[in-house]
């Protein structure tokens, strides 16, 4: 008794050192993909390039308030020949060859605050570029993901209905023994038979839908659809404990959001650039030149000046004042988009929570579901092998119920796990690092 007690412990040990390790592997396996799709997207990877581009903004901006520097030179040659003077007498032909070297210096002492404004736009853009980036990162990851869960659900429909139809085939095989024996009749042979016809058809569409599923995966992620998916969702994911939580994370991470803020913020910069256009500006300008001409009676010149200018610009045919009200009207915009922006996140952070909360209830109902139906499907069966009062219908029905309740409850799985990802990128926090291993 006691060796028995003993065995039992440790069967009971290695199961669930069995099934932790299993959850492991899953999760690793998920990361794993993440990581390949973050790392591969071509969406991705162009919105990483785009930062790098609009970094150099802030470079360009600071340019502003720093001198240009030029230098030239020019090397002149001139001929003259088949000269005569007025009474026609011929002239000695000449040469002359002028070498000229210049340096110039400009430096802005005032342009109405445009370069100021420019450098903080050009800052208000990488701001931008960054959730765009973060924008981009949330939508990989989530379709990562949901491929990656997809996939789970496909290939558990397809091994359910391959399960389906071999229990079809054996009850064709003994339905047909058992019309020999006169137990049943040529109906409940055909009944059996159309079943099984019917789980074929059944088996071809989940094999199809799998492939599509693989296919999917490997476009979204870049990687081979492993052929063996592990059926475990346990995965650590922080979540909100309550909507008004998750409005006012959504309202201080979502990238969306975010974005439609710096618009704004951009577009009043905007409009003060255009304003600082009809403002005076001032520049020095210091220049220095050198003249060396071989053929003239001065033979070397250097030149130096300084020059101070004040520029105002008064009447542009319009232009500069239609540039300002242009600009008022795209910060108008601006708002109006913001206001927009901030009514469809809070409505899909909504939405997210309900999604999530009621396929949290559906997965129990289902699983609920499937522990009934084995129950019956069981009983069932027993009592139609046993030659009992159940009929090749009731049996057929039975099973049918139980292939449903499986393939229901897989589905429940996915997408109360997806629903999980979907609430985490509407609140702006859907990251590798949110994606913890049990």
Known sequence: MVLNLIKMKKIIFLLILQLNFSAAYSANELIFFL????????????????????????????????PSVSVSGSVDSKQNENRTNQSGVALSDTQRQTETKSIEVDQKIFHGFQGLNSLKKSQLEVKRANFELLNVEQETILKAASAYFDLIYKTKNKNFNIENMDLFERQVESDSSRLQKGEITFTDLAQSESSLAGAKAKLINAETELLTSEIEFERIIG???????????????????????????????????????LDHEIS????????????PSASINYSKSEQ???????????????????????????KNFSSVKKSQFKLKQ????????????????SNSWSVYKSSGSVLKATKSQVKAAEIANEGITLEYDSGNKRTTLEMIQSRSLLLD????NAKAERDFIVSKLKLLSAIGNLNLNSIKKP
């Open 35 to 66: 990581e390949a799709a973050y790392k591969n997207n071509p969406r991705l990877n162009a919105e990483r390039e785009n930062l790098k581009a609009i970094k150099q903004n802030i470079n360009i901006s600071r340019s502003e308030f720093l």
């Open 223 to 261: 990687e081979n659809a492993p052929k063996k998916m592990q059926s475990i969702y346990n995965i650590e994911i922080n979540l909100p404990e309550s909507l008004n939580d998750a409005f006012k994370l959504s309202n201080k991470n979502n990238p969306k959001l975010m974005i439609a803020k």
């Open 268 to 279: 009043k910069k905007d409009l003060s650039i255009e304003k600082s256009k009809l403002s």
């Open 292 to 318: 060396k001409d071989f053929s003239s009676t001065v033979d070397k010149s250097d030149d130096e000046s300084l020059k101070a200018t004040v520029t105002w610009p008064i009447l542009s045919g319009g």
């Open 334 to 349: 601006s708002n109006l988009n913001l206001n927009d922006i901030l009514n469809s996140v809070r409505t899909t952070t």
């Open 405 to 408: 309740a499986r393939i229901a």
